[in-house]
């Protein structure tokens, strides 16, 4: 069965700092991946996604993602942080055809001033 | 465009009642999908319907029902309600089924006392 695992619950950074958030997959098919943000009392809103077009994957609000299909890993990153950024992050993978998207457990990023 | 949208945002009910939640889907989308987000988790797939016809389910026990009408809006059906059904219920909609980018409501809390 499909599994979507984010390392690390919280993570906190400093405003102008790297951001890095981990994901890992399990599939043997390689999936749609994708990772949303989620403000407080909020939806999810769709940040990228990975389709199998390119590896590196850029998304919105300077987020960016990489697909290394070796590591079965797409991690989340962004140059520099900002403070509104700060949200719940959710790492999601679904099957080609399939109807289910797996989301991981989430990562509350804090941004220190 | 109208987003998606959710009613009610919040409901209290008492255990063994029965609720019903509603969802709006975006124009054009004829694909809904409906969402358990407990408190610190990640949103939990309970059920799809595309095109007025149930299209895959989660791991949720019968009680949780649902239906999408001709205009592709959706309702979430839960009986017997249960403390533990206390969550924040998401509705997503989406052109088609698979990969396909899927649009998120606010969601509705829902407490079961």
């Known amino acids: 069965a499909q599994s979507v695992t984010q390392l690390g619950s919280h993570v906190s950074v400093s405003e102008g700092a790297l951001v890095l958030l981990r994901c890992n997959y399990s599939?043997?098919?390689?999936?749609?991946l994708f990772w949303y943000v989620q403000y407080p009392n909020q939806g999810l809103q769709l940040l990228l996604k990975?389709?199998?077009?390119?590896?590196l994957v850029k998304g919105i609000n300077g987020f960016e993602a990489e697909f290394k299909k070796s590591e079965t890993s797409f991690h989340l990153t962004k140059p520099s942080a900002h403070m509104s950024d700060a949200a719940e992050y959710f790492c999601?993978?679904?099957?080609?055809?399939?109807?289910?998207?797996?989301f991981g457990a989430g990562t509350r990023l804090f941004v220190k001033a | 465009e109208t987003g998606v949208t959710q009613s009610p945002t919040h409901l209290i009910k008492t255990r063994g009642q029965q609720v019903t939640l509603r969802c709006s889907s975006q124009?054009?989308?004829?694909?809904v999908s409906w969402y358990q987000q407990a408190l610190g988790q990640g949103p939990q797939f309970i059920f799809q319907?595309?095109?007025?016809?149930?299209?895959g389910r989660g791991n949720f026990p019968p009680r949780f029902s649902g239906l999408q009408f001709p205009n592709y809006s959706s309702e979430l059906n839960v009986n017997a309600l249960e403390l533990d059904d206390s969550a924040l219920y998401l509705c997503?909609?989406?052109?088609?089924?698979?990969?396909?980018?899927?649009?998120f409501g606010p969601g509705t809390r829902l407490t079961v006392l």
């Open positions: 999601a993978a679904g099957n080609t055809g399939g109807f289910k998207t797996i």
């Open positions: 990975y389709t199998s077009a390119a590896t």
């Open positions: 124009s054009g989308h004829n694909t």
């Open positions: 997503a909609s989406s052109l088609g089924t698979g990969g396909n980018e899927q649009f």
């Open positions: 599939s043997s098919v390689p999936p749609y």
């Open positions: 319907y595309y095109r007025e016809e149930e299209n």
